[in-house]
């Protein structure tokens, strides 16, 4: 059962709505040795660690044209459509975001303007092990590509050792068919910490990138964070997810009870939040839950993230919004009457999903917005990745003769006030 918290009163706010997160301190510490290592030793720390961590010993860490052809055959026929189909949707959702080039003339004379230009080299961390997200290329392939960026590199963890082999190391198939049919070919073996750190200092078989991207554990995200001190680019601290549902009874609690479970079965320290006005509708999930749980292959990790998460009873309207505002959630799903109305006054979350018929897992696979949001609050400050996550924009500006005429007074003055006065004399060289 989630905890049920009854018209919590506003002071208590702030460590009520606390995600679940380690001991900071010990684990900066634990990741920045690993950083530093893979900095000063390159390939042969990621080896180390990837055999302390992944129980691997791979002399190569690229997969080769052979792996991707055994995967390409080994994906389903119904699996592929499907994917192919997310392909599309996400690429029309993303294709339009691209901007054209807007020349403005702010005085007679001075024209303005700006370009998006492509980040040339990136980095996409893409989460194995037990879950292996395929549907996370598509999420960051995809705008990647569009963006025109010249290089991208592809990190995931491989499967640990297989008794059945042998030897282990296999990336799952529908990662690398995946990665292939988006034309991603750069895909290495190599997982957590390490592959932050390879990615952001390079190796002798990894290159460095200039921006990272991409979910993972607290590790790989305070690994993110880390590097972002050094210079490198993130798109955001994306750590362990979460989801926020604002129903009231016009809600389906079946439905809002296999959103919740579809957070909660990320991992253990995953959050889900329910947020409601109505009592009767909390008891509802909650039973609904119990039914749902007992079904799932992943039973005991969405039961332990339940132990992290909680069912708000809130006085109305006013508060819950003023709730979910404040916990800035990664997804909210606002499951009530009126649900665009409501919407309107929400100005912290990474992505909305509104009414009955809009579950989270549609933004996670298919819908075509991006699934990579920020978590932990950060939406009060951060947005979702986007086609402009793999873009920098480029201020342009020309001036005539009498452009600079009919503005040369005012920079003159300017500089002068600010004592600058080779700033000055620039632009008076050019009027006289």
Known sequence: MMQVIKFPDRKTWKELLKRPTLNNSSLETIVSTILR???QYGDAAVKKYSAQFDKLNLEKFEVSKEEFAIATKSVNRELKTAIQQAKSNITKFHEAQKEKVHVIETTKGVKCWRKSVAIEKVGLYIPGGSAPLFSTILMLGIP?????????????????????RGVGGEVDPAIL????MIGIKKVFKVGGVQAIGAMAFGTESISKVYKIFGPGNQYVTSAKQLVNKEGIAIDMPAGPSEVAV?????????????????????GADSQVILISADEKVITEVQIEINLQVNALSRKETALKALN???????????????LINEYAPEHLIISCKNDEALAEKIINAGSVFLGNYSPESAGDYASGTNHTLPTN???????????DSFLKKITFQKLSKQGIKNIGKTVELMAAAEGLDAHKNAVTLRIK
């Open 177 to 180: 068919y995946t990665a292939q």
């Open 37 to 39: 290592d893979v900095k």
């Open 144 to 164: 990647a590509k569009l963006a025109g960026c010249k290089e991208i590199i592809l990190c995931t963890p491989p499967s640990p050792l297989s008794s059945r």
């Open 246 to 266: 604002w129903a009231d009874k016009t809600c389906v609690p079946a439905f809002v009870a296999a959103d919740l479970l579809s957070q909660a079965e990320h």
């Open 377 to 387: 609050g950060y939406a009060k400050a951060y947005s979702g990745v986007s086609l």
């Open 308 to 322: 992290n998460s909680k069912a708000i009873l809130v006085k109305n309207t006013k508060e819950a919004i003023d």
